[in-house]
């Protein structure tokens, strides 16, 4: 488990199509961590760590936080303290995304390269 601000900064940016494709994957996944009023408690960045390291992509709801600039502090304190990036926001919802430390237990491969081609339905 990671202690969070503890870990390195070490993970790598990740490109459109990567970000894209892990959105894809949270699809279908439902908000594992919800943010009350209180906003990004210890207890919460806790629950955040866990998470990441048992699924690497999870979806977090703010709850009561509605106002965007609090939510914009939320998103910066989450990413700083879990170092993990943010994969999407719609709404109240974003997807986080952080993988494994230990290669042999990552459950996600995300694709280095785009694929060739672009598009097939273009001309």
């Known amino acids: 488990m990671h202690a969070f601000g503890t870990m390195e900064k070490n993970m790598n940016r990740l490109s ?3 970000r894209k494709y892990l959105r894809g994957l949270a699809h279908g996944l439902r908000p594992v961590v919800f943010v009350g009023q209180k906003g990004i408690t210890d207890s919460v960045s806790l629950s955040i760590d866990e998470a990441l390291d048992t699924h690497e992509l999870i979806k977090l709801r703010f709850v009561d ?4 600039v609090q939510k914009k502090r939320a998103e910066a304190l ?15 919802v974003l997807v986080l995304f952080r993988p494994h430390s230990d290669p042999e237990k990552r459950k996600i491969a995300v694709p280095e390269k785009k694929a060739a081609g672009g598009n097939p339905g273009k001309i």
């Open 16 to 18: 459109g199509f990567q």
């Open 78 to 92: 989450i990413t700083e303290r879990n170092n993990c990036e943010i994969v999407g926001r719609i709404g109240h």
């Open 65 to 68: 936080l509605k106002d965007k």
